[in-house]
């Protein structure tokens, strides 16, 4: 299998510490590429019709995309159990996603669009959903995160590592301190630790 990556993708980062804590690094070749919305690698554009990352390409079947869809294909296949928790685990990771999905568009607005194109709220309304979704999960969602690990685990770490990266001075740790405690922890897992994206 090979997985096309870019080290900096949030979604790409979920599938990668999947691949850790599962055990099954060694069995999927990184191909590492530079992408972006408006100039998407070859090697994205052929293996996803998207021409989105991640993408899984199979050796034995169609190329899989959508970090979702990678993750329950990669657990099933090592009989990982991270979706063991059912609707629950899968609820908190679409949540997930929407922070990665939100903050990414926000990144995409200051680097991508022409300064004179870029709209301020624009930006303002997907940090609003980052920021709805951290008081939703710090209320909602901490006795799930305190269990054992799943995908929702996964896919909130990883998308507020990125909130950190890109957006630092989003203040996402206001009045979520349960959230932010327990992110600080989940930060310390090898997967997490061996997959920070590079900075800047």
Not at 37 to 51: G, M, T
Not at 66 to 73: E, G, L
Not at 153 to 171: E, K, M, Q, T
Request: with cysteine; glycine share 8%.
């Amino acid at each position: 299998m090979k997985l096309i990556y870019a080290p900096t993708s949030p979604f790409v980062r979920k599938v990668m510490v999947l691949l850790h804590e599962t055990g099954q690094l060694d069995d999927v070749e990184i191909q590492h590429v530079a992408t972006t919305p408006v100039s998407p690698a070859d090697e994205v554009k052929i293996a996803n019709p998207l021409a989105k990352i991640p993408a899984l390409v199979r050796d034995d079947g169609p190329t899989l995309y959508d970090s979702r869809v990678i993750c329950a294909y990669l657990d099933d296949r090592a009989k990982g159990g991270l979706y063991a928790g059912g609707w629950d685990s899968k609820v908190l990771e679409a949540t997930a996603d929407g922070i990665m999905d939100a903050a990414v568009s926000a990144t995409y607005e200051r680097r991508i669009r022409p300064e004179e194109k870029q709209w301020d709220d624009w930006e303002t309304a997907q940090m609003g959903k980052v920021l709805g979704a951290c008081s939703a999960l710090n209320a909602r969602w901490m006795s799930h995160l305190k269990g054992p690990l799943d995908i929702g685990h996964i896919a909130v770490g990883c998308a507020l590592a990125y909130v950190d990266v890109r957006h630092p001075d989003s203040n996402w740790r206001h009045g979520n301190e349960a959230l932010a405690d327990w992110v600080a922890d989940f930060e310390s897992r090898p997967s997490m630790v061996a997959t920070q994206p590079p900075a800047g």
